[in-house]
């Protein structure tokens, strides 16, 4: 069974920017090599993991980039050389590089396949890196779908049949990996697939089914197998959000004892204060705030409705933002990854004692769950308490969705208006009393 490697070489001293190369290696007998245009500087590269290097200053979006890049290409490799015909020559691994990178070639030799225009589709789109990541995600997994199928996907011939087979796959993915591991050796096993609830697979069938309008709009086929299939709509539950007090429980709670967190407890106060997604607060430079406003344009907005997202900021956000002011960089705060940032949330909550049980909606088992705030903490409660607090004394979800990123008449705070128990009081009492 084939491995692939990825790796560097430079016989020169000091921190050299190389091209990272790759090995594959099949039996004792047979190893090719092929050297890829992405390049990274000595210093920066963990031959050992063979991606970025965790402990290293680097842009986040940039890091997630690159390192999926790997990915991509070893997927790439490993169904392109099981699907040669014939003995592969020793420079087999050298010219798929060649062939994937010289523009001219492509143009008069290479047939446009199911997934050389899904690369021009996701390359097409105007998001950020982070976004785009998640369409080479759903690449790879219809790549895997195919070799697990054992079929070649074909724009004029996918069809409804393909989308139920490829929604079945998503849902029992998570193990397979025991049953056809050839298919999963370009992963680790963090990256090994998990289960996924059903709004994740609605999600990742969206970005297919915008992967065919864009062929549609393009003009590359007439198939369109969206047209009869039911995607079906997400569901979420209320939304759980922090209340004042246990805001500034976490607040004030003392981190002394481990810097680490007490760095991503004021980054999720500061988050709380201000409701930013964290795409968007990952990427805050100190340039972003002026006169005690801070001022950027949503991710999420770009494409539709690009315009500035502006947040006045309280006192307590103000020392937050300066107490990190004369940290080294551009950066508004030292920000880890998304990931890590939500794993340490949890035991921020815990050590914090915010453990208020809560009804969660598990999107695996689409019932409701009693659980405790410090199990289920991420991320998102942060900008869930921005909205959820204003929410309750304002009221006016075009107001707040101005100052959190919402588009205008975003039905998002209908769940809010579910949640939010001192409206319904206030109703009663103005109604019947």
Same mark, same amino acid.
């Given at each position: 069974?084939?491995?692939?490697?990825?790796?560097?070489?430079?016989?020169?001293?000091?921190?050299?920017?190389?091209?990272?190369?790759?090995?594959?290696?099949?039996?004792?007998?047979?190893?090719?090599?092929?050297?890829?245009?992405?390049?990274?500087?000595?210093?920066?590269?963990?031959?050992?993991?063979?991606?970025?290097?965790?402990?290293?200053?680097?842009?986040?979006?940039?890091?997630?980039?690159?390192?999926?890049?790997?990915?991509?290409?070893?997927?790439?490799?490993?169904?392109?050389?099981?699907?040669?015909?014939?003995?592969?020559? *020793?420079?087999?691994?050298?010219? $798929?590089? &060649?062939?994937?990178?010289? =523009?001219?070639?492509?143009? #008069?030799?290479?047939?446009? %396949?199911?997934?050389?225009?899904?690369?021009?589709?996701?390359?097409?789109?105007?998001?950020?890196?982070?976004?785009?990541?998640?369409?080479?995600?759903?690449?790879?997994?219809?790549?895997?779908?195919?070799?697990?199928?054992?079929?070649?996907?074909?724009?004029?011939?996918?069809?409804?049949?393909?989308?139920?087979?490829?929604?079945?796959?998503?849902?029992?993915?998570?193990?397979?990996?025991?049953?056809?591991?050839?298919?999963?050796?370009?992963?680790?096993?963090?990256?090994?697939?998990?289960?996924?609830?059903?709004?994740?697979?609605?999600?990742?069938?969206?970005?297919?089914?915008?992967?065919?309008?864009?062929?549609?709009?393009?003009? *590359?086929?007439?198939?369109?197998? $969206?047209? &009869?299939?039911?995607?079906? =709509?997400?569901?979420?539950? #209320?939304?759980?959000?922090? %209340?004042?007090?246990?805001?500034?429980?976490?607040?004030?709670?003392?981190?002394?004892?481990?810097?680490?967190?007490?760095?991503?407890?004021?980054?999720?106060?500061?988050?709380?204060?201000?409701?930013?997604?964290?795409?968007?607060?990952?990427?805050?430079?100190?340039?972003?705030?002026?006169?005690?406003?801070?001022?950027?344009?949503?991710?999420?907005?770009?494409?539709?409705?690009?315009?500035?997202?502006?947040?006045?900021?309280?006192?307590?956000?103000?020392?937050?933002?300066?107490?990190?002011?004369?940290?080294?960089?551009?950066?508004?705060?030292?920000?880890?990854?998304?990931?890590?940032?939500?794993?340490?949330?949890?035991?921020?909550?815990?050590?914090?004692?915010?453990?208020?049980?809560?009804?969660?909606?598990?999107?695996?088992?689409?019932?409701?769950?009693?659980?405790?705030?410090?199990?289920?903490?991420?991320?998102?409660?942060?900008?869930?308490?921005?909205?959820?607090?204003?929410?309750?004394?304002?009221?006016?979800?075009?107001?707040?969705?101005?100052?959190?990123?919402?588009?205008?008449?975003?039905?998002?705070?209908?769940?809010?208006?579910?949640?939010?128990?001192?409206?319904?009081?206030?109703?009663?009492?103005?109604?019947?009393?």
């Amino acid at each position: 069974m084939a491995t692939i490697k990825a790796f560097i070489r430079t016989n020169k001293s000091g921190n050299i920017l190389c091209n990272v190369r790759f090995r594959l290696i099949d039996g004792r007998d047979k190893q090719l090599f092929g050297t890829s245009n992405l390049t990274v500087y000595s210093n920066e590269w963990d031959a050992k993991k063979e991606k970025i290097k965790d402990r290293i200053p680097f842009d986040t979006d940039k890091r997630l980039d690159f390192n999926n890049s790997i990915l991509d290409l070893k997927m790439e490799i490993f169904q392109a050389y099981n699907d040669y015909n014939g003995e592969p020559s *020793k420079e087999w691994l050298s010219d $798929f590089f &060649n062939m994937k990178y010289n =523009t001219e070639w492509k143009q #008069t030799n290479t047939e446009e %396949t199911f997934f050389t225009l899904y690369d021009d589709f996701a390359e097409s789109l105007d998001i950020s890196v982070l976004r785009r990541r998640h369409y080479y995600v759903v690449k790879r997994q219809l790549q895997r779908y195919e070799k697990y199928k054992n079929l070649q996907l074909n724009i004029h011939t996918f069809n409804e049949d393909h989308l139920r087979e490829f929604r079945n796959f998503l849902h029992n993915e998570h193990k397979l990996s025991n049953i056809n591991p050839e298919i999963y050796i370009s992963l680790n096993n963090r990256e090994l697939p998990k289960k996924r609830s059903e709004n994740t697979v609605i999600g990742i069938l969206k970005k297919v089914r915008t992967f065919f309008n864009y062929l549609n709009r393009k003009g *590359k086929t007439s198939n369109n197998p $969206f047209e &009869n299939y039911e995607i079906g =709509t997400a569901k979420y539950g #209320t939304p759980i959000y922090l %209340t004042k007090q246990e805001r500034n429980q976490i607040a004030e709670y003392n981190f002394s004892f481990n810097d680490k967190l007490s760095v991503q407890r004021d980054i999720f106060i500061f988050q709380c204060l201000t409701g930013c997604r964290v795409g968007d607060l990952i990427k805050l430079k100190k340039k972003n705030i002026n006169n005690k406003v801070l001022t950027y344009i949503a991710s999420k907005m770009v494409n539709n409705n690009p315009r500035n997202v502006q947040v006045p900021l309280s006192s307590k956000a103000m020392k937050l933002v300066e107490k990190y002011s004369n940290q080294p960089g551009e950066r508004l705060f030292p920000f880890i990854s998304p990931q890590k940032y939500n794993e340490a949330l949890k035991d921020i909550f815990t050590l914090a004692r915010v453990n208020r049980i809560v009804t969660w909606y598990n999107p695996m088992t689409k019932v409701g769950e009693q659980r405790p705030l410090n199990e289920i903490a991420s991320s998102h409660i942060a900008r869930r308490t921005f909205i959820g607090n204003l929410y309750s004394q304002v009221k006016d979800p075009n107001l707040i969705g101005s100052m959190s990123g919402h588009a205008e008449g975003s039905k998002a705070f209908v769940r809010y208006r579910d949640k939010d128990l001192s409206i319904k009081r206030d109703v009663i009492d103005n109604l019947l009393d």
